[in-house]
């Protein structure tokens, strides 16, 4: 069977913040992705200062009101 090998895409950001920001952008695009697609979306996070980067996530545009 033969493998495929896949390109790693790299990405550096000048701070913290940027980091903040494109994460909130990333993990917003793909739980509307998957909600079109299967009608859920879950994120399972292990703790870490991972939990303060997704800080954007409820901060407009991201956060929004029902």
Request: glycine fraction near 4%; charge should be positive.
């Given at each position: 069977m033969a493998t495929q090998k896949r390109?790693?895409?790299v990405?550096?950001?000048d701070s913290e913040?940027?980091?903040a920001n494109a994460l909130a952008k990333y993990t917003a695009d793909l739980s509307e992705k998957f909600i079109k697609e299967k009608g859920s979306f879950t994120v399972v996070l292990s703790g870490g200062t991972l939990i303060d980067t997704m800080?954007?996530?409820v901060e407009p545009p991201y956060k929004?009101?029902?």
């Amino acid at each position: 069977m033969a493998t495929q090998k896949r390109k790693k895409k790299v990405l550096n950001f000048d701070s913290e913040e940027d980091v903040a920001n494109a994460l909130a952008k990333y993990t917003a695009d793909l739980s509307e992705k998957f909600i079109k697609e299967k009608g859920s979306f879950t994120v399972v996070l292990s703790g870490g200062t991972l939990i303060d980067t997704m800080r954007k996530l409820v901060e407009p545009p991201y956060k929004r009101v029902s």
